[in-house]
């Protein structure tokens, strides 16, 4: 029994979570009235019901102020005091270093660790006397300060380690005290030490760790010190060892630049983020906010089992250890014993829950307190289908578009001088007969020879050098740009063209040449603007909501499945995205709204996202077409070239599968010609308007959008006025997806400007881009199909590997049996495999579901409604998602087909303007069977959901949704932090936009549940499923965070620099499909892509050439021979 128990509820103690600071008021009154207790016989007759309900169990926290006070430790005192038996008392500094233990407050459950100053003799007095809980064992705390004794109990429980030898300088053990030191070694003990190597004092109390470079680096020492300022490190010139104190000499680990440093609490709980190692120049790397900045980082199953090994074997449930991650293995380095992860709201709540959980369950019996351990959702990730069997989701796929950029630009050159030859040469361009420059000093390269260039025209006007003077200025004028190469924002593309250009393109009408020649194509812009980084954010942080318990409580406070799922080891995670700077940017954005991460984009990018550019998976390169893509482009061209109205010839030619979104298009168009006569008028009345404000001088200077200016958007759209009506006077329609690029983003973010006519230019530019866009793809079905497969088999096979893999038995990310007691379903995980790519990628994989035969339309009637509702989609705009998610009845037999079930998800992304009236109704997510009779609830106000309930991811019955009721973003002092919502009530219908049931705003702060996740979902007038976001729930978890009601917005989405929209909601295209039906198909697809290519080879008169794996983007090269390392 613990201290307490025999006096347990005597007297009355305050009802409720109280945090008690300090010792002369309140705790001491409790602590008074506990003690008194002790002398008096307990007497049974004493109602037993109150006692229960009032007994609280104290939480000691008994360390020095400074921890005490500490942010972490406030933060998460405050949670765990939301927890109804729990009240914490804080030991005050001046009792715990000047009174006597038996004057300390008594506790039930002790909270205490060492630090500088620290009396643990006393603390462990205390234990003895009072005997709590220890949630740390104090004794171990010895060991802990000595790193000999730390290594000695790594090496005993079998924890690799950097190899080591101590040097005692104790004139008792001379055995223990040989060195011997050379230039470039040290021999300690015998054991030789080659430079680089570590010397540690023996004190962990001690920081001044340094480490020796051999004379072949420049000789010297790094010395490390606790962070002071924004330094961790200096050089020295100093090359001998310490000659005085005792030390640990250690090999050193070569990392990359990083340390792993890992927080368990607990066994089966660790989260672990890195830093940039103190040993590489010893500047502490700082955020914006003056934070050091840490790297998310995903601990494997050997390290997950070395979290569990050290917190067991030194005791301490609060336990901070130090990974070094080298030639492929993780060597432990340092253990620091309690120790709290800093600035992470989503550890806050973990720490508190699993902290209360685990005191609970420990002193809640012998208190008669009535608590049960919380079987909660996401423990185990089951839900219930449509069906109403209860599956455990396996695995979620998600292929997802870039988010908002600024317009992409592109200019083309053929260039034949030879100082592109020996570049092209340099870089290893003849391999492959490609290349792609973006570093720095590459490009570099590439202005040089353009300055160089410039410079003999301008001597020399009769000079050969072929390249067009104004193409070179253009090259020398974008490389300049911003003054550096920081960023990816540039890249130069060289194809090796055998014969010169097949065709001369419509800008240069010079007589074809003889010989070889490069295509210089240059790209810039495409930037990933605030507003696409919001949009990334917000969404990854909706899509929590696919996971069970997404949407639950905990212990009070807002919390999610997911991210449990995720820290405990259970969330098998990997984040692909193609090689563009926006891509990767979004990729990023995404994982941070995701697992609730904070701060800078980069380290997370660096740490999170994999560059999946292995075997054009999900990079294509639009300037290498296959021969049908040319042959559509080429037919395309021909039919938007008539000057005349469509007629029916034209729409069997234009839109054979007789698209809705086409034929609409087609119709607002007329005359193709007229059309783009009428485009061209309103570029030109668009430059001259802007022109005009630059000789202004109020406007001259203004500051547009994402800090462009008016000269830079001059340029922008005097290209496309140059471009799109070629010298002959027809049309480039290859210009009109860039023409709508363009007036979509100044529509948006630049509507401030009050340009005139820009809504007619949107609308007609769309018309137009509604067309050519999706068209480029294929204009029939077995057109779509073949470029589909050619973008998309290598993705499509990796999809097919992780649908696969996930049933199959596999040590990844499961924690080792031996070590899973107390781990609901320890060897279960969930896989999510998210690949971030651009339109092209995402047009061709939706065309091979619509168009492959996966199901037929006329047998199935909820794919012949999915079908007809992505007919009705015109365009798939930034953040568009296809979502694939797998699930397995573990009642069915394992060889069954109807063990896996797949659904498949898909949302258009992002609300194009004015787009609202006109969006294409889809059957809602994960709707409900049509025999389910329609009910419909009315909520009432936060207010009104008054009762706690346990955390359920079920949702039993459908919600009435009101219509309209977009996330809009509420400024804050210089921040973007606070989401509230603003509602008006509109019952029934498919809903649209980010949805909530409330009637107030909570206010949601990304500490809790982020945004509302529900957002994320449509929600089906035929009733939404069981397994749809609970946003009773989600409203009772808010409750506490209620306002007064919003401003209704005006504008729909995000408020921030400029508008951000709201994103589609998901919806379902089917919910029954089997895995085997799925993996048949994707089969057939691939079978079909590799018929396809062995009837090209075989006819073809010319061999394909060969690609390496490094540049394959291209869909024209053969991809019959993918590996992939399963991931």
Not at 315 to 341: E, I, P
Not at 941 to 950: A, G, P
Request: charged share 25%; hydrophobic share 35%; aromatic share 8%.
């Amino acid at each position: 029994m613990h201290g307490m128990s025999e006096s347990a509820g005597q007297e009355e103690v305050h009802k409720g979570p109280r945090f008690l600071v300090g010792y002369d008021h309140e705790c001491k009154q409790v602590d008074s009235r506990i003690m008194s207790n002790n002398s008096e016989p307990y007497d049974e007759d004493e109602e037993e019901e109150d006692l229960s309900s009032e007994r609280q169990i104290i939480v000691g926290i008994c360390s020095m102020m400074k921890k005490s006070n500490s942010k972490p430790m406030t933060q998460i005192m405050e949670r765990l005091c939301k927890f109804e038996y729990i009240t914490v008392v804080i030991f005050p500094e001046e009792v715990i270093l000047n009174e006597p233990v038996e004057k300390w407050p008594l506790c039930d459950c002790l909270i205490s660790f060492h630090s500088k100053g620290f009396p643990l003799d006393k603390a462990v007095s205390y234990a003895k006397l009072r005997n709590p809980l220890l949630i740390n064992d104090l004794n171990m705390q010895y060991f802990i300060q000595d790193r000999r004794e730390v290594y000695r109990i790594l090496q005993e429980e079998g924890i690799d380690l950097p190899r080591y030898a101590v040097l005692n300088r104790d004139p008792d053990k001379p055995e223990e005290c040989s060195l011997v030191e050379g230039e470039d070694h040290v021999e300690v003990n015998g054991e030789v030490f080659h430079k680089p190597f570590v010397e540690k004092p023996v004190s962990a109390e001690d920081h001044n760790v340094y480490i020796y470079y051999p004379t072949s680096a420049g000789g010297g020492s790094q010395r490390l010190f606790r962070k002071i300022g924004s330094r961790s490190s200096v050089y020295s010139p100093e090359s001998t060892v310490r000659k005085t104190g005792s030390y640990i000499y250690e090999e050193f680990m070569p990392t990359d630049g990083t340390d792993v440093k890992v927080y368990t609490v607990g066994p089966d709980y660790a989260h672990a983020e890195a830093r940039k190692s103190p040993a590489l120049d010893g500047k502490v790397e700082r955020d914006s906010e003056g934070k050091e900045i840490r790297y998310p980082v995903m601990l494997t199953a050997m390290e997950k089992l070395v979290a569990r090994k050290v917190c067991m074997a030194f005791k301490q449930t609060v336990c901070g250890f130090d990974l070094l991650r080298a030639n492929g293995h993780s060597f432990v380095c340092d253990v620091n014993g309690f120790s709290f992860v800093k600035n992470s709201m989503k550890y806050y709540d973990d720490c508190a829950k699993v902290l209360g959980n685990m005191v609970m369950r420990e002193l809640a019996p012998q208190f008669h307190i009535p608590w049960s351990i919380p079987m909660e959702a996401e423990d185990i990730p089951i839900v219930p289908t449509t069906s109403g069997t209860m599956m455990e989701l396996r695995c979620v796929i998600a292929v997802i578009r870039h988010g908002d950029r600024t317009p992409k630009q592109k200019m083309k050159m053929e260039v034949r001088n030879a100082l592109f030859f020996d570049l092209f040469e340099k870089y290893g361009g003849y391999k492959t007969g490609k290349l792609k420059l973006k570093k720095p000093k590459q490009l570099q390269e590439v202005l040089d020879i353009a300055r160089q260039l410039l410079a003999e025209l301008v001597q020399h006007n009769d000079c050969e050098i072929e390249e067009k003077k104004s193409k070179l200025e253009q090259l020398k004028t974008v490389l300049e740009m911003y003054g550096h190469f920081s960023g990816i924002n540039r890249k130069v593309q060289l194809t090796y063209l055998p014969h010169g250009q097949p065709k001369a393109s419509s800008e240069e009408e010079d007589s074809l040449k003889e010989g070889p020649s490069l295509l210089l194509v240059l790209k810039w812009g495409g930037e990933l603007t605030p507003a696409g980084r919001v949009q990334a954010e917000e969404l990854g942080r909706a899509f929590r909501c696919m996971y069970p318990g997404g949407q639950g409580d905990y212990a009070g406070f807002p919390g999610c499945g997911l991210l449990r799922l995720h820290s405990t080891y259970r969330h098998d995670l990997k984040i692909y995205a193609s090689d563009e700077g926006r891509v990767q940017m979004t990729a990023a954005a995404f994982a941070k709204g995701l697992l609730a991460l904070e701060g800078e984009l980069t380290p997370i990018l660096v740490q999170m996202v994999k560059s999946a550019n292995m075997n054009g998976l999900l990079d294509s390169d639009s300037d290498s077409l296959t021969d049908c893509q040319q042959r559509v482009k080429a037919r395309l061209h021909e039919i938007m070239q008539k000057n005349k109205d469509f007629i029916e010839e034209d729409y069997q030619k234009l839109a054979p599968t007789r698209s809705p979104s086409l034929v609409n298009s087609m119709k607002v168009i007329g005359n193709p010609v007229k059309t783009c006569d009428q485009v061209y008028a309103l570029i030109q009345s668009l430059t001259c308007q802007i022109r005009k404000r630059l000789e202004d001088p109020k406007s001259a200077n203004l500051q547009l959008y994402h800090s462009e200016t008016l000269e830079l958007m001059l340029q922008r759209w005097s290209k496309l006025e140059r471009d799109f009506r070629m010298k002959s006077g027809r049309y480039d329609i290859s210009k009109i997806p860039d023409i709508y690029d363009c007036v979509k983003y100044d529509t948006q973010h630049n509507s401030s400007l009050g340009l005139e006519n820009m809504l007619e230019l949107f609308q007609l530019s769309r018309a137009l881009a509604d067309i050519i866009i999706p068209q480029e793809y294929g204009l029939c079905k077995p057109e779509k199909l073949d470029i589909a497969s050619a973008y998309c088999l290598p993705l499509i096979k990796k999809i097919q590997l992780d649908l696969q893999r996930t049933h199959e038995d596999e040590a990844v990310n499961k924690l080792h049996p031996l070590y899973s007691r107390g781990v609901m379903s320890p060897g279960r995980h969930v896989r999510t495999r998210l690949y971030f790519t651009s339109e092209s990628h995402v047009h061709s994989l939706l065309n091979l579901f619509r168009y492959g035969g996966l199901l037929n339309e006329e047998k199935d009637e909820q794919w012949k409604q999915a079908m007809d509702y992505l007919s009705a989609v015109t365009e798939l705009n930034y953040m568009t998602q296809i979502v694939i998610m797998l699930y397995e009845d573990n009642n069915k037999d394992p060889s069954s087909e109807e063990r896996f079930h797949v659904e498949l998800h898909f949302s258009p992304g992002v609300k194009g303007y004015k787009d609202e009236e006109n969006a294409p109704m889809g059957f809602g997510f994960r709707p409900a069977s049509v025999e389910k009779p329609e009910k419909r609830e009315d909520l009432g106000s936060l207010e009104d959901l008054s009762q706690d309930e346990t955390d359920r991811a079920l949702l039993t019955e459908p919600l009435s949704i009101h219509r309209k009721s977009p996330l809009i973003r509420r400024r804050k002092a210089g921040s973007m932090e606070v989401l509230s919502e603003s509602s008006t009530s509109s019952c029934g219908g498919s809903y649209r936009l980010f949805p909530s049931c409330s009637r107030q705003s909570p206010e949601v702060k990304p500490s809790g549940l982020g945004s509302l996740f529900a957002g994320l979902f449509s929600a089906s007038f035929r009733g939404v499923s069981s397994s749809a976001p609970n946003l009773r729930e989600l409203a009772q978890a808010q409750r506490k965070k209620t306002t007064s009601p919003r401003r209704r917005s005006k504008r729909d989405g995000f408020e921030g620099c400029s508008m951000v929209p709201s994103i589609y909601p998901l919806e379902t295209l089917h919910n029954s499909l089997s895995l085997k039906q799925v993996d048949e198909f994707l089969n057939k697809v691939c079978e079909s892509r590799s018929d396809t290519l062995f009837k090209t080879w075989k006819y073809s008169s010319d061999p394909p050439s060969a690609v390496s794996n490094s540049e394959p983007s291209s869909p024209s090269v053969p991809s019959s021979n993918f590996s992939f390392n399963c991931e």
